[in-house]
């Protein structure tokens, strides 16, 4: 495979040295893989803050407002700074089918993240979203050829288990509903997602990868896009500024899964959910209970096991 086109822009915020890697035999650990993958993670939590002070702001700030921003945004970060042959390639949006499929998917899964928010509670659909990583890992496993050992596997499930306690909001109910569905099929599109995004890894600049799924998601929101002028300013700041940082997470996101295996990178994005109760303690006064506080320990401490075990070979793409 060839090096990622046009990247000479984007090597100086995500190279692919060796430098950051700890090695012991054929088996490692990207320490800056893990750096980037947190820093994606605190961008989206960014971005998750702005999109819910901005439905305090006003009602009209809802999903479909949110994924035209997010949308727009992204395509214009992309335009301004990744175009002339700094990374971000129209043609190759369109020529290769892997990267459409990435946009296609990835706009279906976000769409169906937002449509169930309101319809079965913030907790429950981010608890629903967050099984990507299992469909990641099965996915990966079949076309990649990346192998999960058990004890990964498990400490996988013990992370979702805390997951499910940090967010139980008393209403979750074991029989699934239409919504539940919705949202499963939401994080299967985000778990496709991951795996083609380490399959694109040496074919594609992150910029165009991300690009595909931009340019979905404005198409996706074109319907409500006569709804913008009645947001107050304050309402269409807060979404475009979640968008600028939802834009740079994606593109950060993306360079660290080229460094990262599928169960490494989505144990750690799966700590999403941690910032974004932390922001909120602060900004809006959320409370949380003992209860809480307990399993976000117990998803921290899964999610440094899963991602401190060196035993990931390298992908093969």
Same mark, same amino acid.
């Given at each position: &495979? /060839? ?10 915020? @995500? ?156 209403? &979750? ?38 690009? @595909? ?39 950060? &996101? ?22 974004? @109760? ?11 209970? /003992? ?27």
């Amino acid at each position: &495979m /060839t090096a990622c086109r046009g990247d000479a822009c984007f090597q100086s915020l @995500a190279g692919r040295e060796a430098g950051g890697r700890m090695e012991s035999g054929d088996e490692q650990l990207d320490l800056k893989g893990v750096m980037w993958m947190l820093a994606s993670v605190v961008l989206f939590a960014g971005n998750t803050l702005m999109i819910r002070a901005a439905s305090l702001v006003t009602s009209g700030a809802d999903g479909w407002m949110a994924a035209l921003f997010r949308g727009l945004v992204g395509v214009l970060i992309l335009v301004v700074f990744y175009t002339g042959g700094r990374g971000f390639e129209w043609r190759r949006m369109f020529s290769n089918r892997l990267v459409v499929l990435r946009g296609l998917i990835g706009g279906l899964g976000i769409i169906c993240f937002y449509i169930t928010i309101p319809e079965l509670g913030a907790g429950r659909a981010i608890v629903i979203n967050l099984t990507y990583p299992m469909f990641a890992t099965v996915v990966a496993a079949f076309w990649l050829k990346e192998k999960v050992r058990v004890v990964t596997s498990c400490w996988l499930v013990v992370a979702m288990g805390g997951l499910v306690v940090f967010l139980s909001d008393g209403d &979750m109910n074991l029989a699934p509903s239409g919504y539940d569905l919705l949202g499963l099929l939401g994080a299967f599109a985000a778990g496709f997602v991951v795996v083609i995004i380490r399959k694109l890894r040496n074919e594609e600049h992150p910029a165009t990868i991300y690009g @595909a799924q931009a340019s979905c998601s404005l198409l996706m929101g074109l319907p409500f896009a006569g709804h913008v002028p009645e947001l107050p300013f304050a309402g269409w700041g807060l979404l475009a500024l979640g968008a600028v940082l939802v834009t740079f997470g994606q593109l950060v &996101m993306t360079s660290a899964y080229q460094r990262l295996s599928i169960a490494q990178g989505s144990s750690l994005q799966m700590t999403l959910p941690i910032f974004t @109760a932390v922001g909120a303690f602060f900004w809006f006064g959320e409370k949380f209970e /003992t209860y809480e506080l307990v399993a976000a320990v117990v998803v921290l401490i899964a999610i440094w096991r899963v991602a401190a075990r060196r035993k990931f070979p390298a992908v093969r793409g």
